[in-house]
């Protein structure tokens, strides 16, 4: 895919947080998010677990995110995608024609 044909297909707006240490007023930890990026991605649903593992972390939807290359994102950061909110499971950084990331995520419960 070259570079113009790659940009065509980003067209969802994503943004990738990591969770700093916060505390509240008495000292408990409380989760805070740092935004680190913000980025048009393209979005494709991956197939979930089995029907009889409904119940399982398996099940829960999986999300593959294709955006321009970038180190900033890490495993374990969170994806927000209008509405839903993701846990980034992988990182991959493909470096074939057009350098690109590719992201997997899974909805939170």
């Known amino acids: 895919m070259m570079g113009q044909e790659f940009s065509g297909i980003l067209r ?3 943004s990738i947080e990591r969770q700093a240490p916060g505390r509240d007023a008495l000292g ?3 989760p805070e998010y740092l935004t680190v990026g913000v980025f048009w991605a393209a979005a494709e649903a991956m ?8 119940e399982s972390r ?3 939807p999986r999300w593959r995110f294709t955006l321009r290359e970038t180190r900033v994102i890490k495993p ?3 994806l927000v995608w209008g ?7 992988s990182v991959i950084l493909e470096h074939r ?4 990331t590719i992201l997997q995520a899974e909805e939170k419960r």
């Open 76 to 78: 374990g950061d969170r």
């Open 12 to 14: 969802e707006r994503i």
């Open 58 to 60: 398996s099940a829960l």
């Open 28 to 30: 408990s930890a409380e």
């Open 83 to 89: 509405d839903r909110v993701m846990t980034i499971s």
């Open 97 to 100: 024609r057009t350098r690109k």
């Open 47 to 54: 197939q979930t677990g089995a029907v009889s593992e409904a």
